[in-house]
């Protein structure tokens, strides 16, 4: 459930060519300075270019005939058939930006598998595929094909994205997470003949005969221009994203749950949504004192973090939120409703199966009398978030809790919930793989935690709450 420095490298802007100023790049998203639109330039053999970097594996000749034709330009005919091409537009962008996956050039009503991979930052292998039937022209488009087979199925124009899982073999409990917000994932997309699944190895399909074509995405969390800048101050443990520009601009302080240390991604991409973002940490990092696997700090920590935010010349203090997910919504609610807060040690017990849970002492009957909110002093918007197939804490009843509280105060206009069936406990921005299971610790042993969640309707809750989540943070932070 969810409530709402450095530059990139000018080594990277100097390869993609990019600046403060507006380029027409072609295959980068506007984001990163690419034009709002551009349809693919064809040249002579009717090949698209300035699709992204989709690469053919072959070779295309063409022979001179007829002359000149209109215009004076010169009239070409293939000799041969081209070479199968799969392309992806914007081959740079924004990780909540869609893409267009589109292969050319193939064999009409023909079997295809399109298969994703990419490597986490931990160097473990994650991949997806989809089978497909090409049309009567010989292509097949993602964004209006259905998938018959594979990793989802249906008309899912991001579903090589959202469906990425650890390659069979891999380590227990993985988790995607990007660590370095400076750096895009990279992701290898390939077109193969017929219908197969990768982990059949050599001897599947197409597989042994190698791709048909294949190209390459880069999804980003930062745009060009967006400064990161370590906090350690006052004892505040945390780092802060700005916009490009002076500002100054609305700002939200950035809350995570109880797994601790410092998480960035959300908050480098908030900055590249045009608002200053806090990702701040408050356990189990080094640079606050105490256990690593406690939290020892309190309310205050919290509140001097949020003044620390408003006081930056580069936001506008007026116009600050708080977005907390998991544990991060308790928090973000002390912060708007409570002079205190009380460190309990109680966090989670173990189900049936012997996963971690918090859903049980998440409930509302067993929080504790002085950790219960203070709904009566609330005086701003909630946005509140709920995957109704979460295993990890008690979402929905805390929702109707909250609901029905703020109705008897006669602050019902201030609650606002979107619920999503099959949606689990990590909801986060928009085609990001989810994970049901994921490694909880290690020490003093190893531990699993459930969150939920199914993959299809997970993804379908992250696009249409992110979307929503930005529309409600421009309404109450901007309007």
């Known amino acids: ?158 579903g090589l994205m959202w469906s990425l899982q650890p390659a069979p073999g891999a380590r227990e409990g993985l988790r995607l997470k990007k660590k370095n917000t400076e750096a895009p994932y990279v992701v290898n997309l390939s077109l193969f003949e017929g219908h197969f699944t990768p982990s059949d190895g050599a001897t599947g399909v197409g597989r042994s005969a190698g791709p048909l074509a294949v190209s390459t995405v880069e999804r980003w969390y930062m745009t060009p221009g967006v400064r990161r800048i370590d906090i350690r101050q006052n004892g505040i443990v945390g780092t802060l994203f700005l916009p490009s520009g002076p500002g100054p601009f609305p700002a939200i302080l950035d809350l995570w749950g109880m797994g601790g240390g410092l998480v960035e991604y959300r908050s480098a991409l908030f900055a590249s949504r045009g608002f200053a973002s806090l990702s701040l940490a408050y356990i189990g990092h080094k640079d606050i004192p105490g256990p690593l696997n406690t939290r020892n700090v309190g309310i205050d920590y919290l509140r001097s973090a949020y003044h620390l935010l408003q006081d930056r010349p580069e936001v506008c203090g007026e116009r600050v939120g708080v977005i907390g997910l998991s544990f991060g919504v308790f928090m973000s609610l002390q912060i708007a409703t409570q002079p205190d807060l009380k460190v309990t040690s109680r966090y989670w017990r173990f189900d049936e199966q012997g996963y971690v849970s918090f859903r049980e002492v998440s409930l509302p009957n067993n929080i504790h009398p002085e950790n219960r909110v203070k709904l009566e002093n609330l005086t701003c918007q909630i946005l509140w978030i709920v995957g109704e197939d979460d295993f ?88």
């Not at 409530?3 to 998203?29: A, D, N, Y």
């Not at 869609?98 to 160097?123: K, R, W, Y």
């Not at 602050?411 to 490694?439: C, D």
């Open 1 to 158: 459930m969810t409530w709402l420095t450095s530059k990139i490298e000018q080594s990277w802007k100097s390869w993609s060519g990019l600046s403060h100023r507006q380029h027409t790049c072609p295959g980068v998203s506007p984001a990163f300075g690419g034009p709002e639109s551009m349809p693919p330039r064809k040249d002579q053999g009717g090949l698209e270019r300035g699709s992204g970097v989709g690469i053919g594996l072959g070779v295309v000749l063409h022979e001179c005939y007829g002359g000149l034709g209109e215009a004076g330009s010169l009239r070409w005919r293939s000799r041969y058939r081209p070479a199968p091409l799969l392309s992806a537009s914007p081959a740079r962008a924004l990780i909540d930006e869609q893409i267009s996956i589109q292969g050319h050039f193939l064999p009409p009503h023909s079997a295809v598998t399109v298969c994703a991979h990419m490597h986490s930052e931990d160097g473990d292998l994650w991949e997806a595929f989809s089978h497909y039937n090409t049309n009567e022209d010989g292509t097949v488009n993602l964004s209006r094909d259905h998938s018959v087979g594979g990793s989802y199925v249906g008309c899912e124009p991001m």
């Open 392 to 479: 990890s804490c008690a979402s929905i009843e805390n929702a109707n809790e909250i609901e029905e509280a703020l109705r008897s105060a006669g602050k019902a206009q201030l609650f606002t919930r979107l619920s999503y069936p099959g949606a689990g406990h990590l909801i986060e921005p928009p085609y990001s793989p989810n994970a049901r299971t994921s490694l909880w610790t290690v020490k003093p042993k190893k531990l699993i935690t459930l969150w939920g969640g199914h993959l299809a309707p997970h993804a379908a809750a992250q696009e249409n709450s992110w979307n929503k989540m930005l529309h409600f943070l421009d309404c109450n932070l901007r309007g």
